[in-house]
């Protein structure tokens, strides 16, 4: 028997095109009943850097792409000012539905538990097995704790360049955190800061301006 979650919804010997195609029918956990639409991720093929947030927002939800709302606008900017080419990075989420509890006519934003993480893993992993990135970028704990395992802390480990098996992975906060920090300035400023190691990291990558 098959483990439940995304994993029978993956198509075997897909590309990137077909992968996105496959997961908009995903039930692989209850997240699709509620939500607009998958939000897969998005990119080059050939992209050195997968920036992994952590699921869709409200505007994600409704236009489908990734980091199109406001953290997506933070982490744009934050990108540009660590001198990463935006268009050369492939931008995803750990779990690919909006996750969310209404209140009056807005749709709160809530944290998807471990299950649904584990439920949507295959469809990260997919991607990333596609797409054999130089490097990884977490983006808050959901991410890097998919990534990394669930003892991950990202407070303590923020910033580092940590090896994996197919890759070099760095954590740090999530766009929104920056968004919500009482100094945001002093959160962007560290926030940029970690992607200037990243930056370091790529060498002549196409996505190192
Ligand atoms: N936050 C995320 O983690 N991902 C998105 O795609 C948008 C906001
Ligand atoms: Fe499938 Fe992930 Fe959506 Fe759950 S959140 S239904 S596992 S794509």
Request: proline residues 5%.
């Amino acid at each position: 028997m098959k483990a439940p979650g995304a994993a029978e919804f993956v198509p075997e010997g897909a590309d990137l095109a077909r992968l996105r195609q496959a997961a908009c029918h995903c039930r692989g956990c209850d997240l699709y009943r509620h939500a607009t639409q998958t939000v897969f991720g998005a990119g080059p093929a050939n992209a050195d850097v997968v920036v992994i947030g952590e699921q869709p927002g409200d505007q994600e939800d409704v236009l489908g792409q990734p980091f199109v709302g406001p953290a997506g606008r933070l982490l744009d900017r934050a990108l540009a000012e660590a001198d990463i080419d935006r268009d050369a990075v492939y931008a995803t989420n750990a779990v690919k539905h909006f996750k969310f509890v209404e209140r009056g006519k807005r749709r709160i934003h809530k944290t998807p538990g471990r299950t649904e993480v584990v439920a949507c893993s295959a469809w990260l992993d997919a991607e990333l097995d596609l797409l054999r990135p130089r490097l990884v970028v977490c983006l808050g704990a959901i991410a890097a704790q998919a990534v990394l395992g669930p003892s991950f802390k990202v407070s303590a480990q923020r910033g580092e360049v940590i090896e994996a098996e197919d890759y070099r992975v760095v954590a740090t906060v999530h766009p929104s955190a920056v968004l919500r920090a009482p100094d945001r300035a002093e959160a962007y400023a560290a926030f940029v800061a970690d992607l200037r190691i990243v930056r370091a990291q790529l060498g002549n990558s196409a996505a190192a301006r």
